[in-house]
């Protein structure tokens, strides 16, 4: 699976950004899909995370209700819309893919074997 993802830039706190990750598997719904981000300085963190249908998601804490994650199986594309943006949210962005066949929908970084190259994404204050 090859993963390229798009999306980010320079905001103001309180914007928003909407990021992209177009997906190359043949399988796309076989595999759950996570956003992932890392500061300088910090470990990967996980920001959220959707099952193969898309009809389960799950987020950290950090980013509930401001963050949406979905994604597209017939386009093979996951987003993650970002409102309310903070200056901690300012880190490399990316997206993942984890080969998933039972229901759980993991969400640590070593759970998932095919990652995009990573997006920036820097919020002013």
């Known amino acids: 699976v090859q993963l390229q993802a798009s999306g980010g830039g320079l905001v103001q706190a309180g914007g928003s950004l909407r990021l992209s990750c177009a997906a190359s598997a043949r399988t796309f719904s076989d595999y759950c899909m996570g956003w992932f981000r890392q500061a300088p300085g910090k470990e990967r963190e996980y920001v959220g995370v959707i099952n193969r249908s898309g009809g389960s998601r799950y987020y950290a804490d950090s980013v509930k209700g401001r963050f949406t994650i979905s994604r597209d199986n017939a386009k093979n594309t996951v987003s993650l819309q970002m409102n309310s943006l903070k200056p901690e949210d300012t880190a490399v962005y990316y997206c993942?893919?984890?080969?998933?066949?039972?229901?759980?929908?993991?969400?640590?970084?070593?759970?998932?074997?095919?990652w995009g190259q990573g997006t920036q994404v820097t919020v002013s204050s």
């Open positions: 993942a893919a984890a080969w998933s066949p039972g229901v759980a929908i993991p969400t640590t970084p070593g759970s998932y074997g095919h």
